[in-house]
T-cell receptor, first 111, second 117 residues
Framework: GEDVEQSLFLSVREGDSSVINCTYT??????LYWYKQEPGAGLQLLTY?????DMKQDQRLTVLLNKKDKHLSLRIADTQTGDSAIYFC???????????FGTGTQLKVEL | SAVISQKPSRDICQRGTSLTIQCQVD?????MFWYRQQPGQSLTLIAT?????????ESGFVIDKFPISRPNLTFSTLTVSNMSPEDSSIYLC??????????????FGPGTRLTVL
């Protein structure tokens, strides 16, 4: 099956780093994505990584990919209150332009 | 990316009625998708809206319950028919094949929050 799992909840203090983890099962995925969903809003594409990369950095965001373990993580440096949201990882499941989404991690940033 | 709008943004409906949700994109796109996000859950793909042909439904979703139209490359509608409280969800449209690293990259509309009483 195609299950993408994430921890449900993460709480950090403002200014600290946040690390959100994701495990996936489809080893044929070409791209893996991170989306952000703020309360009452749709999904915003945050960043992505190509499957033959180990790491991608984009300003405060760092994506790490361990393809052997099928593990993806998103690190947010200097986390701010505006980063409070639900974060979804997603993988393309190959062919048909389908995405499979993770269960979502709710990030709460405390002052 | 693409600018995607949905109407209505939210609605409260009575059971047994139907609601049609519209999705409008600011440019022509190849792929349009409809998702459901039940309260506290992740996204589940309902169907792929194909221009000029019938939508392709995922397992567990049927055309009679969720009829979809795609009259052109910038517009699609999803109807939630004969609603029950279990249909209370956020319904999101997304588009693919428009920018991003690959044609699989999807951009989402703001969603329609549906409550069925």
């Amino acid at each position: 099956g195609e299950d993408v799992e994430q921890s449900l909840f993460l709480s950090v203090r403002e200014g600290d780093s946040s690390v959100i983890n994701c495990t996936y099962t489809d080893s044929s995925s070409t791209y893996l994505y991170w989306y952000k969903q703020e309360p009452g809003a749709g999904l915003q594409l945050l960043t992505y990584i190509f499957s033959n990369m180990d790491m991608k950095q984009d300003q405060r965001l760092t994506v790490l990919l361990n393809k052997k373990d099928k593990h993806l993580s998103l690190r947010i440096a200097d986390t701010q209150t505006g980063d409070s949201a639900i974060y979804f990882c997603a993988e393309d499941t190959g062919g048909g332009n389908k995405l499979t989404f993770g269960t979502g991690t709710q990030l709460k940033v405390e002052l | 990316s693409a600018v995607i709008s949905q109407k209505p943004s939210r609605d409260i409906c009575q059971r047994g009625t139907s609601l049609t949700i519209q999705c409008q994109v600011d440019s022509q796109v190849t792929m349009m998708f409809w998702y459901r996000q039940q309260p506290g859950q992740s996204l589940t793909l309902i169907a792929t809206a194909n221009q000029g042909s019938e939508a392709t439904y995922e397992s567990g979703f049927v055309i009679d319950k969720f009829p979809i139209s795609r009259p052109n490359l910038t517009f699609s509608t999803l109807t939630v028919s004969n609603m029950s409280p279990e249909d209370s969800s956020i319904y999101l449209c997304s588009v693919g094949g428009r920018g991003g690293p690959s044609t699989d990259t999807q951009y989402f509309g703001p969603g329609t929050r549906l409550t069925v009483l």
